[in-house]
């Protein structure tokens, strides 16, 4: 029996330079240790790039220039490999001038023509690979080994397209099977190239290296087709865009078929059929780790738990939409569109109708936009100017986001889930297509969304490490709160594979951003020294930048920054806010910050705004959301005057009690801005809304703790020191209602009668006489929770439960099918 064949195809990249060279001919010297091997070449990475001159035909002293730098890339190479090739080095040089002869003849000609015809661009584009060819020949006949060279003019047959030319397998497999029955153990064959029956030389297209090896392996019968590259195998996704990606252990031939074609550029797609009908695997491996294992292709393999085996993303693509009021029912128009593009030599690359019928849109590469527009005018001009058809939309600037995988056949939700993470990251979709065999779902999207997104659809398959960057708005109190509630859980978020990173903190006069993200440990220094506050700036740059889940989070009391909101989801950016401003103004804008949200297909979330770290607000909603209805809703929802009226109510003084309040940081900076009431106005306004009454500010009844006639105005020395003017009212009234057994608590009150705020005596009967020192509580009475109300009671006050309530916020924006434990 003779030994087994395995056909091993090294890249450009894998021929880079002489060490390169050194180490592929180690492989394929292994390999023959224990198989008879076929090596591909191809051109060293550059060479075919310089030799067709970008597409432009040259004149003569470019001409010669290109030859100079083609021989003084390959002399290095030589040179450096002189030790190794001894007596081989002269072959190989006398190999190298003749191609350089060669091309000079053919760049000559072509600048003499002054037009580059496909029959002479097919003989330069194969220079690369027979220059490579012929160092490898030597250096392995310099090891002791004989390989044989194989002339692709003679071995590999083709005919069409000088440029593009089809391969004629009959002959093909008819001549490798008189090798196969020779006694030759090593042969090699450049690639990208084969010849025509009168001998031309005719060229296999971009990436026919890979596809010569295929031809090769498959006329061969090989065991084992090695393609090797600068990569460990096929990716789950592009590592220059989604840095957790990891090369997939295995994959079927469908699988690459599909992710060859949208985009993995390490396997061409006319590899894979050539061996799949013989059953020949395929081996994606690297000559950089050569010990790595790689992708194994083959016929059958396990689905992937996901169901999904790979992402991937084709670029530079246009979309053509054909629309029109004619089109229902009339059969042909498809036939007909497509017929007319394949007349242009228009590839499509995705194709989806409305089952109306009354629209075909499809996308082809961005260059052959206005080629198919024009296609689809020549092929329908008395439809066009009956108006049975509408103008043709040709929309550029797109890309196709895909995923992959056999496993999408059998498991459920895999779309949803696909099209929800598209979502997260505001990522618009143009069109959507499916295959019949349900191993491929693809999104037409923006070019620069495809790229944001790309990341964050990778982390919701594979379980990878999720990131939300975080751009906290608000460094005072509650926003120094958060940080250090985030730095402190960093780890253990960390260890179940989320990690939030910190990558803008701001104040009203300074911003400080890295999207690598801020070193917790000395934030305010870094923001000391940082830039001027500039919204704008940080809007565009994530508008702009790179895949994120973005969170805006607002820890400023600002209205200014409230009010735009709007701006913000436009960018992209989720909001979660402990600033009221935003759903306390006018109800126009509280709808507008829900339809704008929800178009961008993002989350706003607000729990902090009423009752600090409290579920009121989730609760609320969800009373609404089973049909419930509230029929009084009463409530102390201002920790810092649950800590004054507890004090007040153990004799301590007005003055006293505020100052101690301010010292705590229970209060404001400025103490007006609690005292007033209008905190606990805000409060109530939002619960109302949120309950589904349409309510403003001004409709909302507020009775501040000190009295009207009192002077409030001034700084915030000046009042603390009138202060104690009152402390006398207010402690004569306390003893006057201690008296009745009662006392004050300042309570919010929301009705079919409207909506109060005020200093309310209670007894000891009252649930809220037990609610002091900055404790919350709302009761609500609704038609289910009567006569006794559902009672919500915790602490509710302070910077360190607000910023526990933003930060559960945030992590809600992870959904829990997202939260990996860590991907091993």
């Not at 015809?117 to 027979?130: F, M």
């Not at 030597?138 to 069409?160: F, K, Q, T």
């Not at 090593?186 to 009168?198: I, K, Q």
């Not at 400025?670 to 805000?682: E, K």
Request: glycine fraction near 10%; aromatic fraction near 6%.
């Amino acid at each position: 029996m003779s030994s087994p064949i395995r056909v091993m195809k090294f890249g450009g990249t894998s021929l880079a330079g002489a060490a390169r060279f050194r180490t592929v001919a180690e492989l394929i010297a292994e390999a023959c240790a224990t198989h008879r091997v076929c090596a591909v070449a191809s051109a060293m990475a550059g060479v075919t790039n310089l030799l067709l001159h970008g597409g432009r035909v040259p004149d003569r002293a470019e001409a010669d220039q290109l030859l100079q730098s083609f021989r003084d890339r390959h002399e290095e190479v030589v040179a450096e490999l002189a030790p190794d090739l001894g007596g081989e080095a002269a072959i190989v040089r006398e190999a190298l001038a003749s191609l350089e002869a060669t091309g000079r003849r053919l760049l000559h000609g072509m600048a003499l023509l002054e037009e580059g015809p496909p029959s002479v661009l097919a003989q330069v584009s194969s220079l690369g690979e027979r220059a490579s060819s012929a160092i490898l020949l030597g250096l392995l006949r310099a090891r002791g080994l004989a390989p044989r060279y194989l002339d692709p003019v003679a071995h590999i047959r083709v005919e069409g397209d000088p440029l593009q030319a089809r391969p004629q397998m009959a002959e093909i497999q008819a001549g490798f099977a008189a090798l196969k029955a020779g006694p030759d153990r090593l042969w090699v064959l450049p690639g990208f190239f084969g010849g025509d029956a009168e001998g031309r030389i005719l060229s296999l297209g971009r990436g026919g290296s890979d596809h010569s090896a295929a031809l090769a392996a498959a006329a061969f019968h090989a065991d084992l087709l090695e393609i090797w590259t600068d990569v460990a195998g096929l990716y789950s996704a592009d590592p220059s865009l989604v840095p957790e990606a990891f090369p997939l252990p295995e994959a079927s031939f469908e699988e690459a078929m599909e992710l060859s074609f949208f985009g993995a550029k390490v396997l061409h797609p006319k590899t894979i059929p050539p061996v799949r009908e013989r059953g020949i695997p395929v081996r994606v491996c690297s000559t950089f780790d050569p010990n790595h294992p790689g992708t194994i292709i083959r016929e059958e393999v396990p689905p992937p738990p996901s169901g999904v085996r790979g992402i991937s993303f084709l670029r530079d693509l246009s979309v053509v939409n054909l629309t029109g009021p004619g089109m229902p029912g009339v059969p042909g128009i498809a036939g007909r569109v497509f017929s007319a593009l394949a007349r242009k030599g228009i590839s499509v690359v995705l194709i989806t109708q409305s089952s109306s019928e009354l629209s075909i849109c499809f996308a082809v590469r961005r260059a052959d936009g206005p080629g198919a527009v024009a296609a689809i005018q020549e092929a329908f001009p008395a439809e066009l100017s009956a108006g049975f058809i509408d103008p043709v939309a040709l929309r550029p600037g797109l890309s196709v986001l895909s995923i992959v995988g056999d496993g999408m056949r059998t498991r459920a939700g895999i779309a949803g889930t696909f099209f929800d993470a598209l979502a997260e990251v505001g990522c618009n979709v143009v069109a959507i297509a499916q295959g019949a065999s349900e191993r491929i779902i693809s999104a037409v999207v923006e070019e620069t969304d495809g790229a944001r997104a790309m990341a964050h659809i990778h982390r919701r398959f594979f379980n990878t490490q999720v990131v939300v960057d975080v751009h906290l708005l608000g460094a005072g109190n509650v926003g120094g709160s958060l940080l250090g509630q985030i730095q402190r859980q960093h780890d253990q978020l960390l260890g179940l594979g989320l990690d939030l990173r910190v990558v803008t903190v701001a104040t009203s006069r300074r911003l400080k951003h890295d999207a690598r993200g801020l070193d917790l440990g000395r934030w305010r220094e870094d923001l000391a020294a940082s830039g001027p506050m500039d919204l704008d700036g940080l809007l565009e740059a994530v508008r702009t930048g790179p895949p994120a889940l973005s969170v805006l989070v607002d820890c400023s009391t600002s209205g200014e920054l409230a009010a735009r909101y709007p701006d913000i989801f436009d960018a992209g950016f989720h909001v979660v806010t402990a600033n009221k401003k935003a759903n306390s103004s006018t109800q126009e804008f509280y709808r507008e910050l829900r339809r704008r949200s929800s178009k961008r297909g993002l989350r706003f979330l607000y729990e902090a705004n009423v009752g600090a770290g409290l579920p009121i607000i989730d609760t609320v909603k969800n009373l609404v959301m089973t049909g419930d209805r509230v029929l009084r809703a009463e409530g102390i929802l201002s920790g810092s005057m649950s800590y004054i009226l507890g004090l007040l109510g153990e004799g301590v003084a007005l003055s006293e009690a505020v100052g101690r309040a301010k010292e705590s940081g229970f209060t404001e900076p400025d103490p007006r801005d609690d005292l007033s009431g209008m905190d606990v106005a805000r409060k109530l306004l939002i619960l109302a809304r949120e309950l589904g009454l349409e309510l403003e500010l001004e409709d909302v009844v507020v009775e501040g703790l000190l009295p009207a006639g009192f002077d409030a105005t001034g700084d915030i020395p000046s009042f603390l020191a009138r202060l104690p003017e009152l402390d006398a009212p207010f402690r004569e009234r306390l003893a006057a209602l201690k008296a009745e057994g009662k006392t004050l608590r300042y309570v919010g009150s929301l009705s079919e009668g409207g909506c109060r705020v005020g200093l309310l005596p209670v007894d000891a009967d009252h649930p809220f006489i037990a609610i002091k020192g900055g404790e919350n509580a709302l009761a609500l009475l609704t038609e289910r929770y009567q006569p006794h109300p559902m009672v919500i009671r915790g602490y509710g006050a302070g910077a360190e439960v607000t910023a526990a309530g933003v930060l559960a916020d945030i992590l809600r924006l992870v959904p829990p099918g997202a939260r990996p434990a860590r991907r091993l």
